[in-house]
């Protein structure tokens, strides 16, 4: 069974050229635990989600896998 997944937070990393230990930095946060949000392991608090999309100068809702179905999905 293939696991859920709930954040973007790794491909938006990539799209930005940006590294998890880059944004463990910028949030003063352990680098474990931004590398499981990255694997979808693990999920940041609500707050920590706005923090890492402060910190990638982007909408949080980015960071969101959408629960709505494309018209073509």
């Excluded at 608090?45 to 494309?70: H, P, W």
């Amino acid at each position: 069974m293939d696991k859920e997944v709930y954040n973007r937070i790794k491909a938006v990393l990539a799209e930005k050229g940006k590294t998890n230990n880059w944004l463990a930095d910028q949030l003063e946060m352990n680098r474990t635990t931004v590398s499981k949000w990255c694997r979808n392991e693990m999920q940041p608090r609500i707050e920590t989600l706005f923090q890492i999309a402060k910190a990638l100068e982007i909408d949080a809702r980015e960071l969101l896998v959408s629960t709505q179905q494309t018209p073509n999905g």
